[in-house]
């Protein structure tokens, strides 16, 4: 989540706080509709765990090596 979302909004994010509540708001949705559908598992777990994993992204792409990545995605 932390690499495409940057991806695909990275003009709109600026901001870690903003980055944070969209993937929350995604990941949430996720888990709702799951719950909904009875389909996998839905728990807070899954959200909380979810959430640090797109930090982690938002930090590799912050970096470097991110800034590199997204260049390539842009030509």
Same mark, same amino acid.
């Given at each position: 989540?932390? $690499? $495409?979302? +940057? ?12 980055? $944070?509540? +969209? ?25 909380? +765990?979810?959430?640090?994993?797109? +930090? $982690? ?19």
């Amino acid at each position: 989540m932390g $690499f $495409f979302v +940057l991806i695909l909004f990275n003009k709109k994010i600026n901001n870690i706080v903003v980055f $944070f509540l +969209l993937n929350y708001f995604i990941i949430t949705l996720i888990e709702i509709i799951q719950y909904i559908t009875c389909t996998g598992s839905a728990d807070v777990d899954d959200i909380i +765990l979810n959430i640090i994993g797109a +930090l $982690f992204g938002y930090v590799l792409m912050k970096s470097r090596i991110g800034n590199k990545i997204i260049k390539k995605f842009k030509e």
